[in-house]
């Protein structure tokens, strides 16, 4: 077997039109196609970073809540790499989103921190 890339990440919002709006305005991930299910009441967004398509976003009616603290089993966290993480959190800083303090990665000497999207799944912003 032969993977060749991951496909997409897809997440289930709580609050549909807040996570849409965290996710493309403050994020600036492209809207590729939004469309709404009828037969299952759900919303399903199609987002992209630089062209590539990266994440579908969904509504759902009355989705369970899954743990994310303490470390629950599961999809740990969406990690994003930036260029410069300065820069990273002082733009999310202007837009009232507060990240951890900023951590070393213990075999890269890179540096990371996370933040929260709007149903606190961790986003890690890594220094590349």
């Known amino acids: 077997m032969k993977l060749n890339k991951v496909h997409h990440i ?9 996570s849409k709006k965290f ?4 994020l600036g ?3 590729i196609r939004e469309v709404y299910r009828k ?5 399903k967004l199609d987002l992209a970073l630089h ?5 579908e976003l969904f509504s759902f009616p009355n ?14 966290h969406l990690a994003f790499e930036v260029d410069n993480l300065d820069e990273t959190i002082a733009f999310l800083n202007s837009k009232s989103i507060f990240s951890e303090p900023i951590r070393i ?14 149903d606190a799944l ?4 890594y220094e590349k």
């Open 51 to 55: 062209d590539h398509y990266v994440i």
């Open 122 to 125: 961790p986003i890690e912003f």
């Open 105 to 118: 990665d213990e075999f890269t000497g890179k540096r990371f921190t996370f933040i929260q999207d709007p």
């Open 39 to 43: 037969e299952r009441d759900s919303f």
């Open 23 to 26: 996710y493309n305005q403050i």
């Open 29 to 31: 991930l492209k809207i």
């Open 10 to 18: 897809a997440i289930i919002a709580s609050n549909y039109e807040v």
């Open 63 to 76: 989705p369970p809540k899954r743990p994310s603290r303490p470390e629950a089993v599961g999809m740990r």
